[in-house]
């Protein structure tokens, strides 16, 4: 059974840094295209930012460029997310995701395939 398993996420006060890891299990995900989305309470899941394969491709959301770094290693079989200068208004449950899209349209949580079970960070200000 594929899965993909967050990990990282916690409290933090505002100004802070996390780094959330997402590691697959199951199957090897080094041709797919790596995701993370959030979803804060009563909003709907959005795209936070997202890596092709090869790395050569990524995108993030404004809100989020310049604070937060999306990266991965193949051989390792696990991507990162780097969040720094931390906001109350990152608060949410961050899902990590993986599906075949390799354009813009990594930043539909529609073309994604597989998605992992959610870790929570919390900015208190």
């Known amino acids: 059974q594929v899965q993909l398993v967050e990990s990282g996420g916690g409290l933090v006060q505002a100004g802070g840094s996390l780094r959330l890891s997402c590691a697959p299990s199951g199957r090897t995900f080094s041709s797919y295209t790596m995701g993370w989305f959030r979803q804060a309470p009563g909003k709907e899941r959005e795209f936070v930012a997202a890596i092709n394969w090869s790395g050569g491709s990524i995108y993030a959301t404004n809100s989020v460029k310049g604070r937060f770094t999306i990266s991965r290693d193949n051989a390792k079989n696990t991507v990162y997310l780097q969040m720094n200068s931390l906001k109350p208004e990152d608060t949410a449950v961050y899902y990590c995701?993986?599906?075949?899209?390799?354009?813009?349209?990594?930043?539909?949580?529609?073309?994604?395939?597989?998605w992992g079970q959610g870790t929570q960070v919390t900015v208190s200000s």
């Open positions: 995701a993986a599906g075949p899209r390799n354009d813009a349209t990594m930043m539909v949580a529609n073309y994604y395939s597989y």
